[in-house]
């Protein structure tokens, strides 16, 4: 194994995220704590809601999943889509690195990217109101499959990109409805049935659920089914990865 | 042990690359690399020659692993580069044609990352010999983006360099280097051919292969047309010609001389043309008896030898 190899991926990666700080962490927390301000204090103070929480505490860890898919996925996939475009992904390429390696060593720093901008969020949420996380063991669990999982679809279309055009694609015409339409704002059964039932297509309502699970001890979806769907969407990810690298598509040629 | 045993053995351990039947078609379509067939002799200078668009990177990249080959192999050190890759790559820097560098990096830690994916720990001894070796010392804090195009190339050999390559390739390696510090990555060069390490340039500029190489392939079309040390190839494919300027012009031969072969006039008339292999029995001995004792006197004697650039040029050209 070539551990050292892997590391420097790992801590070239994670000086990416330090050198712009600005782009990489505030930007993301700021834009959060936006919707924070706006939907947890300001208008959720007017809403009714019939749960053991306010509105402000109920939107947290939707926020917080939120930004963990789109943090995850974009620094995957602009961490291995800009190498490419420049050229110097040969450098890897032709090191003895193991694509395991490789892929590792990015999508673990995505992941540490997500979960530091993760962390932030909820400590700036914690300026507005208390929350209470329940089983924080399983919250980080849930934190992390979803972000490791998203690295991993997000380092699949840093490969399949071949222009920024096609890079953003994912970002907007995907991940943002299914984000917006995962149950961030709202709990599903303030949903028609119709809507319900197809909210449970969304990979994204059971990410939000089993985080949501672990802060509160409420959900609409056993928090279980959530950690299986999860991890069969990690699977998939592992398994077009592998796929990609046995036949070299859009990298070896 | 055999005596032939021996000598086969010898050969292998002589083969630090050994590429058979390697041919790559490009998913287009297209057929970059036909039946390659050739190997490198651990610790020679090999020159790869051809037109652009003839294979050269294409086949430096199969061998490094950057690009699948369709079918053969190739192995490096006797280890297969597709089952053994870790060993192979971990013998090999290559240097690429194209200047990819991350504009936002220091020169230092462009080249630690380098050594840090060869799985190699940092080494600030080596960073600096090699950063002085080719003039990047003072330049070691700045960014790569500070740079100029020359010193980015050397940036490139030095990434190289920082796995302490037993095999090194450089694809175009002074393309847009001056002449004064091409003078010094030669010298470079035959520092680390001294210490051992193998090396396979490719190279536009002809006059560097005739000066350094000790063998040179051209291959065109995707095929090699030709693998030979270079003074055997000189030697067989380099002409001479001796040009005598006539005090009168001439149309035709005199009887005395139409027996030589390789003896001709020039249009105009003006000159006498002999042209010899210089492998070849030369006979111009004979030539000037026979010239002393025809008609024809001269005023001026002057020789021309065909450099390595004109055998490539009619190895290369396309017969249509
Ligand atoms: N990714 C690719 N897809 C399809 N064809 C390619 C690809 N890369 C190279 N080729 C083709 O393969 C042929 C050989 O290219 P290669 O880069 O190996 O040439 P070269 O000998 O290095 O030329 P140069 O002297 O210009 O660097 C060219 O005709 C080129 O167009
Ligand atoms: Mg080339």
């Known amino acids: 194994m070539n551990k050292i190899g892997f590391a420097t991926i790992y801590f070239k990666e994670m000086a990416r995220t330090f050198r712009v700080p600005g782009q990489t962490l505030i930007s993301p927390v700021m834009t959060t704590a936006l919707y924070f301000v706006v939907f947890g204090s300001a208008i959720g103070s007017q809403v009714d809601f019939n749960l053991e929480v306010s509105y402000a505490q109920f939107i947290v860890p939707g926020l917080i999943m939120m930004s963990l898919i789109t943090n995850s996925m974009s620094a995957a996939s602009s961490g291995i889509y800009f190498p490419r475009f420049i050229g110097t992904i040969y450098e890897i390429f032709s090191a003895p690195i193991s694509y395991t390696e490789i892929t590792l060593g990015y999508t673990l720093a995505a992941t540490t990217r997500a979960l530091i901008i993760g962390a932030l969020i909820y400590i700036t949420a914690l300026f507005f109101t208390p929350i209470p996380v329940e089983h924080p063991f399983i919250a980080l669990f849930f934190a992390f499959l979803t972000a490791f999982s998203f690295s991993l679809f997000g380092f699949i279309t840093g490969i399949w990109a071949d222009s920024f055009e096609k890079l953003s694609l994912f970002p907007v015409i995907i991940l943002t409805p299914l984000s917006f339409l995962g149950g961030v704002f709202y709990s599903l059964d303030m949903l028609p049935p119709f809507w319900q039932t197809l909210s449970l297509a969304n990979p994204v309502v059971y990410m939000i659920e089993g985080l949501r699970w672990s802060f509160f001890g409420i959900a609409m979806i056993n928090p279980l089914i959530s950690a299986l769907l999860i991890s069969i969407f990690l699977m998939i990810c592992f398994g077009l990865l592998s796929y990609i690298f046995r036949t070299g598509y859009k990298i070896k040629n | ?320």
């Open chain 2, 1 to 320: 042990m055999t005596k032939l045993k021996k000598v086969l053995q010898y050969t292998t351990m002589n083969n630090i690359i050994t590429i058979q039947n390697l041919t790559k078609a490009y998913d287009n379509g297209f057929v970059a690399l036909k039946d390659i067939n050739f190997t490198i002799t651990r610790g020679e200078i090999f020159a790869l020659l051809g037109q652009n668009g003839a294979g050269k990177t294409t086949l430096i990249s199969i061998i490094c692993g950057l690009v699948r080959p369709s079918t053969g192999t190739v192995t490096v050190n006797d280890d297969d580069i597709i089952k053994d890759y870790r060993k192979t790559r971990s013998y090999i820097g290559l240097v690429p044609q194209e200047i990819t560098l991350d504009p936002f990096l220091t020169v230092t830690q462009t080249v630690a990352y380098a050594r840090g994916f060869y799985g190699r720990p940092r080494d600030e001894k080596l960073i600096e010999e090699v950063l002085t070796d080719l003039s990047l010392w003072d330049k070691k804090d700045n960014k790569i983006q500070e740079l100029s195009g020359g010193m980015k190339r050397r940036v490139l050999i030095a990434k190289a360099l920082m796995n302490e390559p037993e095999i090194l390739f450089l694809d175009e390696p002074t393309a847009g280097v001056d002449v004064e510090l091409r003078k010094g990555m030669w010298d470079m060069v035959t520092k680390l051919k001294n210490r051992g390490t193998t090396i396979i340039l490719t190279t536009h500029y002809i006059e560097e292969a005739q000066e350094m190489a000790d063998r040179i392939g051209v291959i065109a079309d995707g095929e090699i047309k030709i693998i030979e040390e270079k003074d055997a190839l000189m030697n067989r494919l380099g002409t001479k010609k001796i040009i005598l300027t006539l005090t009168k012009n001439c149309d035709t031969l005199p009887p005395e001389l139409v027996d030589f072969s390789g003896l001709s006039l020039s249009d105009d008339g003006h000159n006498l043309i002999y042209s010899y292999k210089k492998s070849e029995h030369t006979g111009i001995t004979t030539l000037l008896t026979a010239i002393k004792g025809s008609s024809i006197t001269f005023t001026d004697i002057q020789t021309e030898e065909s450099s390595l650039e004109d055998i490539f040029v009619s190895l290369t050209q396309k017969h249509e």
